[in-house]
């Protein structure tokens, strides 16, 4: 079963609007992470947020976690046409051995 | 610093048929994972390996799945015998296990197509 429900399911913006991405999750974790995936260079690591951390930037990311209502987001600031990919959350659940479970996934697609 | 390496990249077999996947993870991360990603879906682990031992396998259909990571390196994965419902794209992934965070480094997977 899948813990983390991506929303939306696809977005279509135009180079250099912001885009954001929502995860909602099912029980306690210790951590939760988005991964990106394009047909180039497969899935890859973006971002790690840790259950008592509320907010994290990496260049052009900015992830939010709010454990109260188990949802994140994921901004993406001033979109490029390479920012066209899936993306992933993925948690783990605390007490459950590490084990990571991914979303469904949210399509952006970023018109240049 | 070599990523995460799988072979074939794709594969093409008859249902019933057996197949099988190879995966050689990151020098030095002791945790292994195999992840089934069917088409439009997000990656479902399979099983996670901690060094050669089984940390999670709650996924695995054990009737037909099969896994090993002998020598805590390399790590193999096989389909005996295929289903339709088995074609998929099957990741590798690898991580260094700290206490909190584990940030995965995905191969680039192979694509599996059974007819």
């Known amino acids: 079963s899948q813990q983390g429900e991506e929303d939306p399911q696809a977005l279509s913006i135009q180079e250099g609007e912001n885009a954001t991405m929502n995860c909602s999750y099912k029980t306690s974790i210790n951590n939760l992470q988005w991964y990106r995936q394009n047909s180039g260079r497969g899935l890859v690591h973006l971002i790690l947020?840790?259950?008592?951390?509320r907010e994290k930037h990496s260049g052009r990311l900015r992830v939010t976690l709010d454990t109260s209502k188990k949802s994140s987001s994921l901004l993406i600031t001033a979109s490029r046409a390479a920012d066209t990919a899936s993306y992933f959350c993925a948690t783990d659940a605390r007490g459950g051995g590490f084990k990571t479970i991914f979303g469904a996934g949210t399509r952006l697609f970023v018109k240049a | 610093e070599a990523g995460v390496a799988q072979s074939p990249r794709y594969k093409i077999i008859e249902k019933r048929q057996s197949v099988a996947f190879w995966c050689n993870p990151i020098?030095?991360?002791?945790?292994l994972y195999w992840y089934q990603q069917i088409l439009g879906q997000g990656p479902k682990l399979l099983i996670q390996?901690?060094?050669?031992?089984?940390?999670?396998d709650s996924q695995l259909p054990k009737d037909r799945f099969s896994a090993e990571r002998l020598k805590g390196v390399d790590s193999t994965l096989k389909i005996q015998p295929a289903k339709l419902e088995d074609s998929a794209v099957y990741l590798c992934a690898s991580s260094l296990r700290t206490s909190d965070a584990n940030e995965q480094f995905f191969g680039p997977g192979t694509r599996l197509t059974v007819l």
């Open positions: 390996f901690q060094n050669n031992g089984v940390v999670d």
């Open positions: 020098s030095g991360h002791a945790t």
């Open positions: 947020i840790r259950s008592n951390e």
